[in-house]
C-alpha cells in the first residue's frame, strides 16, 4: 500500500479559507464515508484530521491506483469547502509516501504547529483515527502509520525538552 496526505494548513492558506473545511469531530465519519463513496472502484483507506489550523486527509491504496485518486480526493475536498479544485491546489500540499509519514511524524511530535512543541495535536490525531475506524475507512497501512507517529510523538516528548514549556493555540 501507497499513502498520500492532502494538507491544507496556516503554512499554505489563509484562515478564511482554512475554516471553510473545518469538521467537528460529529462530521468525520461521514465524511470519510462519503469520500470512500464517492471512490468505490478503488475502496482505499482514508483518515481525516481536522483542527483549529489544519484539515489533512490521509489516503492509503494499492500503489498502482494512488496516482489516480490524488485528483479526485482534490476534488471531492474541494467540494466539502465550497471551492474549486483549482482553488484548493493553489493552497494544498500533496505528500506522497515516505514524505506523508515524515508529515504525520513531525505533526504528532508537535513540530510543525504554530507554537512548537503544543501538544493538542496529538490527541486530534488520535481523534482522527477513532473515527476513521468508526467510519470503516481506517485500515493496516493508516493504522500502522498512526500508531507509528504516536511513538515517534513519546519518544520525541520524552528524550526531548521540546513540550517542557508548551502552550496551546
Not at 486527509?57 to 494499492?62: C, G, I, T
Request: net charge neutral.
Amino acid at each position: 500500500m501507497s499513502v498520500f496526505a492532502l494538507s491544507l494548513n496556516h503554512h499554505t492558506a489563509p484562515l478564511d479559507l482554512r475554516g471553510r473545511f473545518a469538521f467537528s469531530p460529529e462530521q468525520l465519519s461521514p465524511a470519510l464515508r462519503g469520500f470512500r463513496e464517492r471512490l468505490t472502484r478503488a475502496l482505499p483507506e482514508a483518515a481525516l484530521l481536522s483542527t483549529c489550523n489544519r484539515t489533512e486527509l490521509y489516503v492509503a491504496a494499492d500503489p498502482a491506483q494512488v496516482r489516480g485518486l490524488v485528483a479526485p480526493a482534490i476534488d471531492w475536498f474541494a467540494q466539502q469547502g465550497g471551492v474549486s479544485g483549482d482553488q484548493l491546489r493553489a493552497h494544498t500540499h500533496v505528500l506522497e509516501h515516505h514524505e506523508a509519514a515524515r508529515h504525520a511524524f513531525r505533526l504528532a511530535s508537535g513540530l510543525d504547529s504554530m507554537v512548537l512543541g503544543e501538544p493538542q495535536i496529538l490527541g486530534q490525531m488520535k481523534q482522527a483515527v477513532r473515527e476513521a475506524d468508526s467510519a470503516g475507512t481506517l485500515g493496516t497501512t493508516l493504522h500502522q502509520l498512526f500508531q507509528r507517529s504516536f511513538s515517534v510523538a513519546k519518544d520525541v516528548r520524552t528524550s526531548t525538552e521540546i513540550g517542557a514549556h508548551s502552550i496551546s493555540m
